[in-house]
C-alpha cells in the first residue's frame, strides 16, 4: 500500500507537529485559505480562490488527532427560478478523525501523511452537504415566464399570452374579426 505525499506548502495541508502526539494536547488555528476549485452543485458553489475564513482546534487522541472546525465562505451561483444571480455566504461545522496509521484506520478514514493532514476534502464534503439543489434570489421569487421567457418579477402585474385550445385552433380563421367601430 503507497501513501501519496502530502505537500507541507499546500494551503490546505495543515502540520500537527506542534500539538505532538500526547493525548489530551491542543491546538488553534485561524486562517484565511483560497477555496479549492469545483466546490458546488449544479447551480451555487464556492467559487475558486475566494478567502475562505476557517477556526480549527486539534486534538491529539489515542487513535490520531480529531480535526473540530467551522468555515466561512462566499456562495455564488443562480436562482433556480429566474436565473438571476445569487450572492450569500456559509457557515459550515466539521469533526474528522485523522489516524496515526493505516492499521488502526478503516476503509475510508482519513489517515496523516507524517504530522500532516489535508482538510480539503473534510471542508469540501461539508460545504456539499449544506448547499441547497435550487436556490433562489427570494424565498418569493416568481420565476421566469413559460411562454415567453421574461422574468415575471420585471414584468407587468398583468403579464399573460391569450391561450387557444388547440381543439378550436382552427375554426378561428373561419370568422372574419368583428370591429366595433364599423357597426353595419
Known amino acids: 500500500m503507497t501513501l501519496h505525499s502530502l505537500d507541507p506548502r499546500a494551503p490546505w495541508v495543515i502540520s500537527t507537529h506542534d500539538l505532538g502526539r500526547r493525548p489530551g494536547s491542543m491546538l488553534r488555528i485561524t ?23 476557517l477556526e480549527i482546534r486539534l486534538e491529539a487522541v489515542m487513535e490520531g488527532v480529531l480535526v473540530t472546525g467551522t468555515a466561512q465562505a462566499p456562495l455564488r451561483g443562480e436562482c433556480a427560478r429566474c436565473l438571476e444571480p445569487v450572492i450569500s455566504d456559509t457557515e459550515v461545522s466539521f469533526q474528522e478523525l485523522f489516524f496515526y496509521s493505516a492499521e488502526d484506520a478503516a476503509e475510508g478514514d482519513s489517515i ?30 416568481t420565476g421566469l415566464c413559460a411562454e415567453c421567457g421574461v422574468r415575471l418579477a420585471d414584468a407587468e402585474p398583468d403579464h399573460g399570452h391569450e391561450v387557444i385550445d388547440a381543439r378550436w385552433a382552427k375554426l378561428q380563421g373561419l370568422i372574419p374579426e368583428h370591429n366595433n367601430d364599423q357597426e353595419s
Open 31 to 53: 486562517r484565511s485559505l483560497p477555496a479549492p476549485a469545483e466546490i458546488g452543485v449544479e447551480m451555487i458553489g464556492v467559487p475558486k480562490d475566494a478567502d475562505v475564513e
Open 112 to 141: 496523516l501523511d507524517g504530522e500532516l493532514l489535508d482538510l480539503e476534502p473534510t471542508f469540501r464534503d461539508a460545504v456539499v452537504l449544506t448547499l441547497p439543489l435550487s436556490p433562489v434570489c427570494s424565498e418569493d421569487c
